[in-house]
């Protein structure tokens, strides 16, 4: 079955109740969230899933010269950034999509849904 990434992204400031306006909002994401992963489980598609730490926490390494030269930030200077994702295993895009309606709901943000490159995909990149 493919495997799609769910990527939620959100504003690279965040308040005191992360990109909640409140406390309540904010748990009230994070229990229906919870709903939302016990379903992708309990329906076969969940792989993984987690949050973030904020994006001030993240440290660029580019290692392709003799000795890795270290940054910290991220790669990318955005007004948002990557807070949590999925992986999922899904029939097809459709169903992928469907899902990423349900959790962009559940946890209040926006998520872009990606295929994972197949076996298939990387054989054709490699000209094979």
């Known amino acids: 079955m493919p495997r799609y990434l769910m990527s939620v992204h959100g504003p690279a400031d965040r308040g005191e ?3 909640y306006p409140s406390k309540q909002d904010m748990e009230q994401a994070f229990a229906d969230t919870g709903v939302f992963n ?3 489980e309990r329906k076969g598609y969940f792989v993984f899933a987690d949050g973030l730490a904020p994006v001030a926490t993240a440290t660029t ?3 392709q010269g003799a000795a890795p030269v270290l940054h910290d930030g991220p790669y990318l200077e955005a007004k948002e ?3 949590g994702f999925w992986i999922i295993e899904a029939p097809d895009l459709d169903v992928a999509l469907d899902l ?3 959790g962009s709901k559940a946890c209040r943000g ?3 849904v990606r295929p994972f490159m197949s076996p298939v995909d990387a054989e054709d990149l490699m000209g094979q």
């Open 38 to 40: 016990d379903m992708l």
């Open 110 to 112: 926006i998520v872009e």
């Open 17 to 19: 109740f992360g990109d």
């Open 81 to 83: 950034h990557l807070g």
């Open 61 to 63: 390494v580019d290692g």
């Open 100 to 102: 990423a309606a349900q």
